[in-house]
Nanobody, 120 residues
């Protein structure tokens, strides 16, 4: 059983910062990538940022230059530093991991989601 546990969401004013963290635990053989997605009310879930085991990163155009993703491979954790937050960043943020729970299987796993609200 694999679990992803997120923390760090909350309410922040426009221009402020938040840091999200996610820890993967359980039966983990290898993690290919970890990342963050978000879903705003009435919208589809969208990619925010991902990072692979070698450190390559990918960001949504809307967050480039404002958000930074980092990963600790030894601890199976991923963090998202969000700066200069805008009201349009308001959403539920989900941690994602694409990993092998055993040597012969591979799947996507999701956290429970953490609310980020940007409002004055």
């Amino acid at each position: 059983q694999v679990q992803l546990v997120e923390s760090g969401g909350g309410l922040v004013q426009p221009g402020g910062s938040l840091r999200l963290s996610c820890a993967a635990s359980g039966s983990i053989f290898y993690i290919y990538s970890m990342g963050w997605y978000r879903q705003a009310p009435g919208k589809q879930r969208e990619l925010v940022a991902t990072i692979i085991s070698l450190g390559n990163t990918k960001y949504a155009d809307s967050v480039k230059g404002r958000f930074a993703i980092s990963r600790d491979n030894a601890k199976n954790t991923v963090a998202l530093q969000m700066n200069d937050l805008k009201p349009e960043d308001t959403a539920v943020y989900y941690c994602n991991a694409n990993l092998k729970p055993t040597a012969t299987s591979r799947a996507d796993y999701w956290g429970q989601g953490t609310q980020v609200t940007v409002s004055s």
